[in-house]
């Protein structure tokens, strides 16, 4: 890995592109989203901000897409 390199993830409250460290990694479990450090299976970024997280929780195709579900 290249010197100085910092991974990218994209926040998908609002899109914007931040290093993975700011954002917060979130899974879906039980059909809430849930904050997960680390773990197996998909999980998506969200910026620590509750507009974000707001904006997230709302957007069920965002979620779907992003986690698969079904329905
Ligand atoms: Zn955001």
Do not use: D, H
Not at 39 to 58: E, F
């Amino acid at each position: 890995m290249k010197r100085g390199y910092v991974p990218l993830r994209t926040c998908r409250g609002c899109g914007c592109k931040r290093p993975q460290k700011e954002l917060q990694r979130l899974v879906y479990r039980q059909g809430n989203l849930v904050e997960s450090e680390k773990g197996i299976g998909r999980a998506v970024y969200c910026c620590r901000s509750m507009m974000c997280w707001n904006r997230l929780q709302k957007n069920k195709k965002i979620l779907k897409r992003a986690f698969r579900l079904q329905g």
